[in-house]
């Protein structure tokens, strides 16, 4: 009840041939961002940034002391670190999501649902998109009083999304999954990922 366990991945349909050649985006930093009294303005972030060294490390700040760890590579049992209360997890695993793509696609095409059904018989029965594929997950475990403080102002929910940002700026940021790929045209899909948060997971405690 005192702990809050957030995840998220990146490197999303990563094939099995691919997976001791994929790694976390060394000049990238990934931030947990929190909101703690419904503004949706940061009252807390994490960082989370990797080397390229084989396997990669990983540093997190943004929870008192940085805490260090190695990413585990596919396959491998997992590779926890745990400092000050807190636990965290990188590397790749297989993906649990589970989405048909060509039946979405073509729903959104129509959009409707043929009578004989979003597949035909030349698209093939119904398929997870995702099987057998990988993504690249950091998970942390952390005490709910790291990311809500003892301010007067917190309203019982955090507010919590991920950004992706380099040296460019920001290049993407998820909350709420596929709404981007689900409800954000082609053509402007880069700049939702580049624009300011406007839903995020509300997490109660």
């Not at 999303?12 to 303005?41: E, R």
């Not at 589970?98 to 039946?103: I, P």
């Not at 979405?104 to 597949?119: H, M, N, T, W």
């Amino acid at each position: 009840n005192d702990n809050l366990v957030v995840g998220f991945g990146v490197n999303g349909l990563t094939a099995p041939d691919k997976n001791a050649t994929t790694k976390f985006n060394a000049d990238a930093t990934y931030t947990l961002h929190v909101s703690n009294d419904a503004d949706l303005d940061d009252e807390a972030t994490v960082n989370v940034d990797f080397d390229n060294s084989d396997p990669q490390k990983f540093t997190i700040t943004g929870l008192g002391n940085p805490i260090t760890g190695e990413v585990t590579p596919a396959g491998q049992t997992p590779k926890v670190v745990s400092a000050g209360g807190i636990s965290a997890f990188a590397g790749l695993r297989d993906d649990p999501f589970f989405f048909d793509l060509v039946a979405f696609k073509k729903f959104v095409a129509g959009p409707y649902v043929p009578p004989a059904g979003l597949r035909s018989a030349a698209d093939g029965a119904p398929a997870d998109t995702f099987a057998g594929t990988n993504v690249t997950y950091v998970v942390l475990e952390l005490p709910v009083t790291a990311t809500t403080g003892a301010t007067a102002s917190n309203t019982g929910t955090i507010q919590a999304w991920v950004s992706t940002s380099t040296a460019a700026g920001q290049l993407d940021r998820m909350a709420i999954p596929a709404i981007n790929t689900a409800l954000i045209p082609a053509d402007m899909k880069d700049a939702f990922n580049k624009g300011h948060i406007d839903g995020a997971i509300n997490i109660e405690f």
